[in-house]
C-alpha cells in the first residue's frame, strides 16, 4: 500500500523525480520523460473532470518574458481544448470598456466539465494597466477592492479557481528580451508592453506586491512559481495543479478498432490521379 502511494506521488509530481539531478539544469531527455508522465495524468484530471462536472478556473499572470505561453502550451497540448479551454482577451473594445470591468472576463467563465485558462486576466488591472496608467487611481484602489470579494463568490459558486504567477528575474528577463529582438523566430513575442516594462521594474515589482498584499487570500490563494529554468517551472506548475485538484483515475472501456468493410470497394487512390498534391520537397 505504501510502495502504491508513494508510486502515486511520483507520478502526479509530489516526489522530485531522479532526473532532476539534484538542482543542476534538467537536460531534455529528463524534462520530456516527466512532462510526459504529468500529461498522462491531465488526460486522467480531464476525464474526471467531464465526469463529476468540475468548473476550474487557472489564472496565469507573471512578469513579461516570464514564460506564461510555455507553461500553458506544456499544460495545455496533450488534451481536448473543449475541455481545456485557452483565453487570452485582447486590448477591450470601446463597447467593453464602458461595461463592467470584470464582466468580460466573465462571460468566459466555465460551464460544468470545463477547465479555462486565462493567459493574462482580470488582474491586467493590478499590473501592466496600474503601471502603464491606463486606469485611474480610483479605478485601481476599486479593483483591489473588490476582487478578492468577487472571487469569494466565485468560489463559493462552486468553481475551483486557481491562480499562478510567473516570477522571472531581472537578469533572465533581460536574456529573454535580447533573445527576441536579435532571433527573428522569437521578434513576434515582443509586444509593445515589453520595452517599457524593462525600464519599469521596480514599479512592476511594486504592483505585484501591492496586488499579492490586497488578493492573496485564504479562499483565493497566489502561487508563485519561479520561472528563470523554464522546463522546471512547467513541471513544477503542472504538478501542483495535479496535487490541487482531486481526481480518481476512471477505468476505461477496452476500445477494439473494427475491420475495414469491403462494401463498395473501389481504389481509392487511382481516382486521385491527376489533383494537385504538394510536392515532396523534403
Known amino acids: 500500500m505504501r510502495a502504491q502511494r508513494e508510486k502515486t506521488e511520483v507520478r502526479r509530481g509530489r516526489v522530485k523525480p531522479d532526473t532532476e539531478d539534484g538542482g543542476k539544469k534538467l537536460k531534455r531527455k529528463g524534462y520530456e520523460k516527466e512532462l510526459r508522465r504529468l500529461q498522462v495524468e491531465l488526460c486522467h484530471l480531464q476525464a474526471w473532470v467531464k465526469q463529476e462536472g468540475l468548473r476550474v478556473i487557472v489564472v496565469f499572470e507573471g512578469r513579461d518574458g516570464a514564460g506564461k505561453g510555455g507553461t500553458i502550451r506544456a499544460l495545455t497540448e496533450r488534451v481536448s481544448p473543449r475541455v481545456f479551454r485557452l483565453v487570452a482577451l485582447p486590448a477591450p473594445s470601446d463597447r467593453e470598456k464602458s461595461q463592467m470591468y470584470l464582466q468580460r472576463y466573465m462571460a468566459h467563465f466555465p460551464s460544468a466539465g470545463e477547465v479555462v485558462i486565462f493567459d493574462r486576466s482580470w ?75 524593462r525600464e519599469r521594474w521596480y514599479d512592476y515589482s511594486r504592483a505585484r506586491d501591492r496586488m499579492l498584499e490586497s488578493t492573496d487570500t485564504k479562499h483565493s490563494p ?12 512547467r513541471l513544477n506548475c503542472i504538478s501542483h495543479l495535479l496535487n490541487l485538484i482531486p481526481y480518481k483515475k476512471l477505468r ?15 481504389d481509392d487512390q487511382a481516382s486521385l490521379k491527376g489533383r494537385r498534391f504538394v510536392p515532396d520537397v523534403f
Open 222 to 233: 497566489w502561487y508563485i512559481v519561479r520561472s528563470d529554468d523554464k522546463k522546471r517551472a
Open 123 to 197: 488582474y491586467n488591472r493590478a499590473g501592466v494597466e496600474r503601471v502603464m496608467g491606463f486606469c485611474s487611481d480610483e479605478q485601481y484602489e476599486r479593483f483591489l477592492e473588490l476582487a478578492p470579494v468577487v472571487e469569494k463568490f466565485v468560489v463559493e459558486s462552486g468553481i475551483i479557481l486557481v491562480k499562478y504567477w510567473l516570477e522571472v528575474s531581472n537578469e533572465e528577463q533581460e536574456r529573454r528580451f535580447k533573445a527576441r529582438i536579435e532571433d527573428p523566430v522569437r521578434q513576434w513575442k515582443l509586444s509593445p508592453m515589453d520595452l517599457p516594462s
Open 252 to 266: 476505461r472501456e477496452k476500445i477494439k478498432l473494427p475491420s475495414r468493410s469491403k462494401k463498395g470497394a473501389y
